[in-house]
């Protein structure tokens, strides 16, 4: 526990002072006692004002789980404030956390309420903030208690909930209920027919003027409504670009997490089923799952993706779904392996969708000389790319870029129509 | 190109220029007697390690230059009175700044804390002054200085037990 010593400020106070006072009885210079006459009231009142025990100083975050761009504050707690007239808190600063005040210094006297340190994680992942220093002093700054070392706290930053919204059906909705038509006729709102009335039929379902008009019962048809299994697969091999959290440029894994956490939350809130197969070294797999308590498991397991150098593309993607299955796959498509492995996932039945989320991230910057080596390679990787997305799009898997709202529209009502066309699998 | 360091303020900035400027203008009010070379460069230097740490040891070195060359020549006119409110304003303007690192912004409420104690501080300084002024040390009895001596001797004992750090 560290206890209360004096100031700086208290010991030149009682230097002048005392100094001053010996000095001018001493030497008989009467100046001196003129002049070290204020500094002995500085230091009367300082000695005088010391507090008697040293307190207990705890901070507390108020939220341990955001999203990004949402923000926390961090509390101090002190058990005794008898007799402290001042704090200072100085947190350190967190890649991807904006702090308030800007450099994380923050004091105030105890009479206006102890100083807050509020922080906004900038960007998903596993953030340590609340690393700080603080200090008590003690009335007319005479004694001063720390500076104390704080630990830091865990945060987990979820990825941002991005605009998504999506009215195109889900291609192959296999599930019992839901909000998808589906291609089956059963008790759904969407009318599908009228049929003349067959034993077994719902009474409630004959529709009186056509049956007058016809002199014969008829019925009214309705499609069923079903929910549809979507899996997410999240390619998190590598981080190209920079990062610059939600205020800044996204990085390839920036708008792959965050166009999974989108769709994600769109398919969950929708009533689908939602599984996710993070392509990591450290890769993690959620299985179907529907429900607010899904939705924040996969929120979590976004934000604790990692790419790292040792990540390998694998052969195969096993998400032991079935055919009826709609796969997203987002990724920027930079390994050969995981494309060959998504136009198998294709070939086994499964509605394939690739999301591609390079973004900007091979983009020379503004200015950069375009002959220059490290553009000529950056050229040569996206002509690569570009070659194997065309190819996977000839097995007839779209492949769209990932433009937030609506991206999938159009992909997923020509991948429903596709469905319907009758077809024979080899 | 910026002109202060990112996260410092105005206003702490302005605190440290007056560390630098205040035990400087003390000496300077001995003007036109200039003060000897050495102690100019020291006030100087001392004073500017003193702005730019305020909450440092090293902030006694320019006040005791200043507070010495006055003493040593003996001047107990108006300008004595000066130059103890610029020694304790500059007191007061490094106990504000090291209240923090530099990125702390000065807080108006303990500023204005501040500026009141800093008045109340200054009120002995008259008194004393015009004591030394209109009191003839060759009248005081005899007992009185032996007085005074104990007395500091007890003060520096006292305050030397209260600063001394706890056990741990």
Redesign the interface.
């Known amino acids: 526990?560290t206890?209360?010593?004096?100031?700086?400020?208290?010991?030149?106070?009682?230097?002048?002072a005392?100094?001053?006072?010996?000095?001018g009885?001493?030497?008989?210079?009467?100046?001196?006692?003129?002049?070290?006459?204020?500094?002995?009231?500085?230091?009367a009142v300082g000695?005088a004002s010391?507090p008697r025990q040293a307190p207990r100083v705890v901070a507390r975050l108020d939220h341990h789980r955001l999203h990004e761009g949402q923000g926390t504050t961090s509390r101090l707690e002190v058990d005794d404030l008898t007799g402290v007239e001042?704090v200072?808190r100085?947190g350190t600063r967190t890649a991807h956390v904006a702090t308030s005040?800007?450099?994380?210094?923050?004091?105030?006297?105890v009479a206006?309420g102890l100083p807050g340190l509020e922080f906004s994680p900038r960007r998903w992942g596993r953030r340590s903030v609340g690393a700080e220093r603080v200090?008590l002093?003690s009335a007319?700054?005479g004694w001063r208690c720390g500076p104390l070392d704080l630990p830091e706290s865990g945060l987990v930053v979820l990825p941002q909930r991005a605009p998504y919204d999506s009215r195109a059906e889900v291609p192959q909705p296999d599930g019992l209920v839901g909000r998808h038509r589906s291609r089956r006729v059963g008790s759904g709102t969407e009318l599908e027919g009228i049929r003349p009335f067959v034993a077994g039929d719902r009474l409630k379902r004959i529709t009186w003027p056509v049956s007058l008009r016809t002199g014969e019962l008829h019925v009214v048809t309705t499609r069923a409504e079903q929910d549809a299994g979507v899996w997410l697969v999240v390619d998190g091999l590598r981080d190209l670009g920079v990062s610059g959290g939600i205020d800044g440029a996204a990085s390839t894994l920036d708008l792959t997490v965050r166009a999974a956490a989108a769709l994600a939350e769109h398919h969950v809130r929708t009533g689908d089923r939602v599984g996710l197969l993070v392509v990591a070294a450290d890769g993690s797999r959620v299985p179907l799952g529907s429900g607010p308590r899904h939705l924040q498991r996969l929120h979590g397991t976004l934000a604790r993706v990692r790419s790292g150098a040792r990540g390998t593309a694998p052969e195969r993607l096993d998400l032991g779904a079935g055919t009826g299955s709609v796969v997203h796959v987002l990724s920027p498509m930079l390994f050969t392996p995981l494309v060959t492995a998504t136009a198998s996932l294709q070939r086994r039945g499964a509605s394939v969708v690739v999301i591609d989320t390079l973004g900007g991230a091979l983009d020379a910057p503004e200015g950069a000389d375009r002959l220059a080596l490290p553009a000529l390679a950056a050229r040569m990787r996206r002509i690569e790319r570009d070659d194997r997305l065309r190819r996977l799009a000839e097995l007839g898997t779209p492949v769209v870029p990932w433009r937030g709202a609506r991206t999938l529209d159009t992909v997923l009502q020509q991948l429903a129509r596709r469905e319907r066309v009758p077809k024979v699998r080899t | 190109m910026r002109a202060l360091r990112?996260?410092v303020t105005v206003p702490v900035v302005v605190l440290r220029a007056l560390l630098l400027v205040l035990p400087c203008a003390a000496l300077a009010l001995a003007l036109p007697q200039v003060p000897h070379g050495w102690v100019v460069i020291g006030v100087v230097l001392s004073a500017a390690a003193w702005a730019w740490l305020p909450?440092?040891?090293v902030?006694?070195v320019p006040?005791?230059l200043v507070?010495g060359w006055?003493?040593?020549h003996?001047?107990?006119d108006w300008r004595?009175l000066a130059?103890?409110a610029l020694?304790?304003a500059a007191?007061v303007c490094?106990?504000l700044a090291?209240?923090?690192?530099s990125?702390?912004?000065v807080?108006p409420?303990?500023a204005r804390?501040w500026l009141a104690?800093g008045a109340?501080?200054?009120?002995?300084?008259p008194?004393?002054?015009l004591a030394?002024r209109g009191l003839d040390?060759g009248l005081a009895p005899s007992w009185l200085?032996l007085v005074?001596?104990a007395t500091?001797v007890g003060?520096?004992l006292?305050?030397a037990r209260?600063?001394r750090?706890?056990a741990?």
């Not at chain 1, 005392?18 to 000095?23: K, Q, T």
């Open positions: 526990m206890s209360w010593r004096p100031t700086p400020a208290l010991v030149r106070a009682c230097l002048l005392l100094g001053g006072i010996a000095g009885i001493v030497l008989g210079q009467e100046v001196l006692v003129v002049l070290a006459a204020p500094f002995v009231v500085l230091a000695l010391r001042h200072t100085v005040p800007t450099y994380g210094a923050a004091g105030s006297l206006d200090a002093t007319w700054a | 990112p996260g909450d440092h040891a902030g006694v006040l005791v507070g006055w003493a040593v003996d001047v107990v004595v130059v103890g020694l304790v007191h490094a106990t090291s209240y923090g690192p990125t702390l912004a807080d409420r303990l804390v104690r109340l501080a200054l009120v002995p300084l008194v004393t002054w030394v040390p200085w005074a001596a500091t003060l520096l006292v305050t209260l600063v750090p706890e741990r």
